[in-house]
């Protein structure tokens, strides 16, 4: 049988993994790694690069590569890469396609069908866009699966016979989910789910640059227009100092010139852990709301909930465990790693789909994470206004879910409606995002009052059928709401794929030295004179050596350069994604 895979396609990681008879494992990527980076990059060759090697190339040619594009996953935003214009659709796609083969090798076949994770608050259109961005990679989505519900699917696999109530607690790179979820004989419910689809972990390290920019008398956004190296540069050394203060109390930031290198008069600042808990905590506070409003959804109080569970490597730092342990009176667990999790239960999603017997007893129910309705008109005294919104699905409920409610003319001898489908929490569909209308005719002649069944269906692929019934004919207009990307048709998905076969990409057993030549590229500008010149000359023989085709040369000069990076940047990306 083909297999099925599990993709957590993050904002700033993305994993793969599958599902075996001893459970959920994760897929390395072609550096050894169980972490992709999600940042995409097109180099000097105008060749495509993906992952570590793109995240190298960010620091130094920012111009030249893209990240935190799922945070715009559904919009009309777009990106210039190489002189090459894309949107996140395709970025995601890149990604994607980089894990499918990741995927394809291990399994030494081909990989066609995964299930996709995506946060729990992500709107129809950015599920969509989503959807969009595998059939780009060349994958058949199976399910799109809400992150928090995969975080709770890995615990669940190994916990299915305990009977407890749990709170995810999801916090990424770019994201933040928060799902209510109850454990019972072998079942997993969600009760309810909430959450912000632009706050995580990029922030706070972002926060650290911003600070460390006003020290120095300017802003972060006007740095990013007018010193973008700099930006660029600082932005790592802020990743690097945020890492570090989650074990120790203080790190060092170095401040790179306005070309973004490193010179003999490079200004250092110390951050402490004190000083980054009170940049980040009013951006942290946001959290509070959506954990409100899951937990008033499922009806229970912070007291009522067993465990709470921390995914995400955001929840490394202390100060969003400290927290989280004063929301709810309990130490939070991390008993699975926080960046693995959320693929490891995409991978058991996918054995439910493919009906893999290590799962056979695993029940798992999700829900609505808005709430779907119409537009209707409201009369107050004389006067008929437009404009408010009648939930028929209400968010969080569990789903598939069908429901219908009635609804009339309010014009003498109406004979028709137009049903408008918006998708939201608001009163007025104004503030609500629509999905889509058409058309209801044949209604009787008469008096206002002619009545209209109008019913949603929901189901588990996020697809919502809505069917209008005239009540005194029987007569019955349906219109599926399916997932296709905003601003994505059939035509322009097809197209991207052809773009997508076009794109020239490193053979993947090539990831490894393409890895090392970005990572070597960016420590030779920060170097000091004799250090620079002997990796120089590093640098020239494994290039030579790459030239040659020649396995022993190459492999003799890829030691030696590993060996002298390990030396002089030990704070640097690591390939293998392994943390703590």
């Known amino acids: 049988m083909e297999p099925i895979v599990g993709i957590d396609l993050g904002t700033t990681n993305s994993a793969v993994a599958h599902l075996t008879p001893d459970g959920p494992n994760i897929i390395p990527n072609a550096l050894g790694g169980r972490l992709t980076p999600s940042v995409v990059g097109v180099d000097e060759s105008g060749v495509v690069v993906v992952g570590a090697a793109a995240r190298e190339l960010q620091v130094v040619r920012p111009d030249r590569c893209a990240a935190l594009f799922k945070r715009h996953m559904g919009t009309d935003k777009t990106y210039t890469l190489g002189g090459r214009t894309v949107t996140p659709e395709e970025l995601s796609g890149l990604v994607l396609r980089s894990l499918k083969a990741d995927a394809e090798a291990f399994f030494a076949r081909p990989v066609t ?20 961005a595998g059939r780009i990679a060349g994958l058949t989505v199976e399910r799109i699966l809400n992150e928090p519900t995969a975080a709770a699917i890995a615990y669940g696999f190994h916990d299915s016979r305990e009977d407890k109530k749990l709170l995810i607690f999801d916090l990424g790179g770019g994201t933040f989910d928060v799902s209510v979820v109850e454990l019972f004989d072998g079942a997993l419910e969600v009760r309810a789910s909430a959450g912000e689809t632009a706050l995580g972990g990029e922030d706070f390290t972002r926060a650290i640059a911003a600070r460390v920019l006003e020290g120095f008398g300017t802003s972060f956004e006007r740095a990013e227009v007018t ?26 930031v170095r401040v790179p010139d306005a070309a973004g290198e490193f010179t003999a008069a490079a200004k250092e600042v110390t951050v402490t852990r004190a000083q980054l808990d009170a940049w980040v905590s009013p951006t942290l506070t946001r959290i509070e709301l959506p954990i409100r409003r899951a937990l008033a959804d499922a009806k229970l109080t912070r007291d009522e909930i067993d465990e709470v569970i921390l995914v995400g490597g955001a929840t490394r730092m202390p100060l969003v465990v400290r927290r989280v342990r004063e929301l709810f009176g309990k130490d939070p667990h991390r008993r699975l790693n926080p960046d693995e999790v959320v693929a490891l239960g995409a991978a058991v999603q996918a054995g439910l789909v493919g009906r893999a017997g290590a799962v056979e007893d695993l029940v798992v129910t999700d829900v609505a994470p808005f709430t779907l309705g119409v537009a209707v008109v409201k009369q107050f005294g004389g006067d008929v206004q437009e404009g408010y919104f009648d939930p028929v699905i209400d968010r969080n409920t569990t789903i598939p879910v069908s429901r219908v409610k009635q609804y009339s003319t309010v014009a003498p001898n109406q004979t028709a409606i137009r049903v408008r ?111 620079r010149r002997v990796l120089g000359a590093l640098l020239d023989g494994f290039e030579a050596g790459l030239e040659s085709r020649d396995p022993e040369a190459i492999g003799r000069h890829r030691e030696a350069l590993q060996h002298f990076l390990s030396l002089h940047d030990p704070d640097g990306e690591n390939p293998t994604g392994n943390e703590e």
């Open 227 to 252: 010193t973008p190296l700099l930006v660029a540069r600082l932005i790592q050394q802020g990743e690097v100092a945020k890492c570090r203060l989650s074990r120790e109390e203080t790190a060092v």
């Open 113 to 132: 069908r995964a299930v996709i994770t995506c946060p729990a608050y992500f709107n129809d259109r950015q599920r969509k866009a989503t959807i969009a």
């Open 421 to 531: 489908v918006y998708q939201g929490e608001s009163r007025k569909v104004a503030d609500n995002l629509l999905l889509g209308e058409f058309e209801v005719n044949g209604i009787p002649s008469g008096p206002p009052g002619q009545e209209v069944d109008v019913r949603f269906t929901y189901d588990l692929n996020g697809v919502l059928e809505v069917e209008a019934t005239v009540v005194a004919t029987k007569r019955k207009v349906t219109h599926v709401i399916a997932r296709h990307a905003k601003g994505l048709s059939e035509e322009q998905v097809r197209r991207a794929v052809r773009e997508m076969e076009k794109l020239k990409a490193h053979p993947r057993e090539e990831a490894v030295n393409r890895f090392l030549l970005a990572r070597a590229e960016r420590v030779y500008k920060e170097l000091a004179v004799e250090a």
